[in-house]
């Protein structure tokens, strides 16, 4: 059984920063890429970043320079690091892992969220 697991999510004020954690456990053998998308009210889910296992990246172009994708391997862990947060960025944040594990292959798998509100 694999799990991703997010925290840090929360109510920041505008021009503020969080940092999203997503861990992911069980019997993983590898992860290849991992990621963040977000589902803001009465939108649809949209990518924020990926990153390789070998550390390349990718943003959505509206967000390049105040999102920051990074990994820990060790850890199997993501982070994003959300600077100068705009009320638009409120949403769920779900992260994402292609994950092959002892007892499948390469399968996605989703956390349940983590919610970021950003008061104007």
């Known amino acids: 059984q694999v799990q991703l697991v997010e925290s840090g999510g929360g109510l920041v004020q505008a021009g503020g920063s969080l940092r999203l954690s997503c861990a992911a456990s069980g019997s993983i053998i590898s992860i290849n890429a991992m990621g963040w998308y977000r589902q803001g009210p009465g939108k649809q889910r949209e990518m924020v970043a990926e990153?390789?296992?070998?550390?390349?990246?990718n943003y959505a172009d509206s967000l390049k320079g105040r999102f920051t994708i990074s990994r820990d391997n060790a850890k199997n862990t993501v982070y994003l690091q959300m600077n100068s947060l705009k009320p638009e960025d409120t949403a769920v944040y779900y992260c994402n892992a292609e994950i092959t594990s002892w007892v499948s292959a390469v399968v996605d798998y989703w956390g349940k969220g983590t919610l970021v509100t950003v008061s104007s």
């Open positions: 990153i390789t296992s070998g550390g390349r990246t």
